[in-house]
């Protein structure tokens, strides 16, 4: 396993491996073994950076190993208690200006993107056939989806679900070629899953705090260094596609509690948010709790995607899309759940 030069063979043969594992570990009950083999291969993915095929191979095996451990329905999710406001934007570009002030209640946000393990349970309950998920009047994030349902999407499916590269066969990878109103009916799927709770895209202003912090740090994971293969996928890292979450363990928001950490808001997919986008909304922006414009033509996309250079890849860049837009395997989204 310590061969940086492994080729694509030895990548291929390291997934079989997972793949057969896994399959014993389904009939068989667990090992510290398993357990012992998760640990070399997390190890090794983290000194082949360098290497993509063998990156790679090393993230998806874990991911055919259920490493990270994602429950489906009670998705592992990170505290956020802003107890005073942050300043948000910078002066780096006119759409990120002026630098405000926001007060932002307490929430949840999703450790990782949402993965293809986790939309597949979308798809097999119902979620593109049952239209209650695709509308909402009531509360404050209000959305209406049941005409793209009916009259724009043709196929129920993501637009890369059967792709190889980018779909169901790739669990643990985050879900991409889904539009803005896909993501919205996943959260209201998710919110009937669990009585009591709503599930939603995250605001522009809940995206940001979670990425850049009180510290307004420039990158998810601080000031410095420049993004680089060991912290985040993005053009340099020559992958040329997603990458299992989890896999930059060093790029997470910084914490010592693992528990308190957040992956891939650098790179991997960008990320829809609930907001429509407006270059000059933040001369205007409420500043507590702001929920975007009212109106609009695209949606906030934040955070960047395996094909961005690294001088688009800090975390006050916004970013848009049509809503509707499914957009070739670089746009995915994580949830929010309000405390």
């Known amino acids: 396993m310590g061969n940086l030069a492994a080729k694509k063979k030895d990548a291929s043969l390291l997934q079989l491996s997972a793949e057969c594992l896994n399959d014993f570990e389904e009939y068989q009950r667990r090992y510290r ?4 083999i998760k640990t070399k291969i997390a190890n090794l993915r983290d000194q082949s950076h360098r290497v993509p095929p063998l990156f790679l191979a090393c993230g998806d095996s874990l991911g055919l190993m259920n490493e990270p451990q994602i429950d489906v329905f009670d998705p592992p999710m990170i505290f956020l208690e802003p107890r005073e406001p942050f300043n ?40 593109y056939e049952d239209e209650k998920f695709w509308y909402d009047d009531e509360s404050q994030f209000k959305f209406e989806g049941r005409d793209f349902l009916r009259d724009e999407l043709k196929e129920k499916l993501p637009r890369y679900w059967l792709d190889e590269k980018f779909g169901r066969s790739r669990p643990l990878a985050p879900v991409v070629g889904i539009s803005w109103y896909e993501a919205m009916a ?19 202003a809940e995206w940001e705090f979670a990425a850049r912090g009180f510290e307004g740090r420039k990158f998810s994971w601080g ?11 993005f053009d340099e890292s020559k992958l040329e596609g997603t990458t299992t979450v989890g896999s930059y363990p060093a790029g997470a928001t910084p914490s010592e509690n693992e528990n ?12 829809w948010c609930y907001d429509w986008y407006d270059e000059n909304y933040y001369g205007n922006s409420s500043d507590r ?33 049509d809503p509707e837009s499914r957009n070739y395997g670089v746009i995915g989204f994580r949830v929010v759940c309000g405390a």
């Not at 250079?309 to 916004?318: H, K, Q």
């Open 33 to 36: 073994l398993h357990d012992s």
């Open 88 to 127: 948000m934007a910078s002066e780096e570009r006119d759409s990120e200006k002026p630098i405000h002030p926001v007060q932002l209640s307490p929430y949840w946000i999703g450790k990782y993107p949402v993965t293809n393990k986790e939309f597949a349970e979308f798809i097999k309950h119902g979620g």
């Open 186 to 204: 996943y959260c209201m799927w998710l919110t009937e899953k669990n009585p009591g709770k709503k599930f939603r895209l995250p605001t522009e």
């Open 223 to 233: 000031d410095a260094p420049k993004p680089n293969p060991e912290l985040a996928n």
């Open 260 to 271: 308190e950490r957040i992956y891939e808001l650098t790179g991997n997919v960008d990320e």
């Open 289 to 321: 709790n702001p929920l975007g414009p009212k109106t609009g033509n695209s949606r906030v996309l934040r955070g960047g995607s395996w094909d961005y250079v690294g001088l688009n890849l800090p975390c006050s860049i916004r970013g848009s899309n």
